[in-house]
């Protein structure tokens, strides 16, 4: 059974820095995807990366995935306030399986 | 070309009632997902459903919990005899192919709460 593990669960960041969410995966796939959601809100799609390697950046956020670590990886590069919103990424097994998701804050 | 749409966006019920909750795909996709999300949780599938056909309800609960995707209209997901456990959003996605990579795409959610 494909499982989804976000890190951390809770970032609180200080405008200007950069950070990294991790997202792992226990079993083989070749699909993840970023979602980004604001409280009370439908998911907004980020990125979808579909093979090992894939890199894909927009404005203040990159996301990568490597299908032999299992790993994908979402960077922030100097936050701001407009970031803050739970992150989730999602794998494709059979059916899509999302992570716990990460709340990000950004402190003034 | 309008979005996944769901209604109602916020529905209450009291213990015992049904609950009945609308999802019209994108235009031109025939694949209907449905996942629900309970506070401070992530989503959790529930059912995938083509036209007519239900192909993957793994997620369901066994007791209460229908879906269906009938050849004309929306797709539905009922929700008989609610609890309060039942209060959640439940979110619907939609897709033009099942399994060639595009991703699903959201709608708006409808927010049960079960009084």
């Known amino acids: 059974e494909l499982k989804v593990e976000q890190n951390p669960l809770f970032l609180s960041m200080q405008e200007g820095k950069n950070y990294t969410i991790y997202c792992n995966y226990s079993?083989?796939?070749?699909?993840l995807y970023w979602y980004r959601q604001d409280p009370g809100k439908s998911l907004e799609s980020l990125f979808v990366?579909?093979?090992?390697?894939a890199v894909k950046q927009e404005g203040r956020l990159m996301a990568s995935l490597d299908t032999k670590a299992r790993l994908s990886t979402l960077h922030i590069t100097a936050a701001v306030h407009d970031l803050s919103a739970t992150y989730f990424c999602?794998?494709?097994?059979?059916?899509?399986?999302f992570g716990a998701g990460t709340i990000l804050r950004v402190k003034s | 070309n309008a979005g996944v749409m769901q209604n109602p966006r916020h529905l209450v019920r009291r213990r015992g009632q049904e609950a009945r909750l609308r999802c019209s795909p994108m235009?031109?996709?025939?694949?209907v997902y449905w996942y629900r999300q309970l506070p401070e949780e992530g989503l959790k599938f529930m059912v995938y459903?083509?036209?007519?056909?239900?192909?993957?309800e793994s997620g369901m609960p066994k007791e209460r919990f229908s879906a269906e995707f009938p050849k004309e209209g929306p797709s539905i997901l009922r929700i008989q005899q609610v609890v309060r456990g039942d209060s959640a959003a439940y979110f619907c996605?939609?897709?033009?192919?099942?399994?060639?990579?595009?991703?699903?795409?959201f709608g708006p959610g409808t927010r049960l709460t079960v009084l």
């Open positions: 996605a939609s897709s033009p192919l099942p399994d060639v990579g595009p991703e699903q795409f």
């Open positions: 079993t083989t796939s070749d699909r």
């Open positions: 990366l579909l093979s090992n390697g």
């Open positions: 999602a794998v494709y097994g059979n059916k899509l399986v």
């Open positions: 235009k031109g996709h025939s694949h």
């Open positions: 459903l083509q036209k007519e056909n239900i192909i993957d």
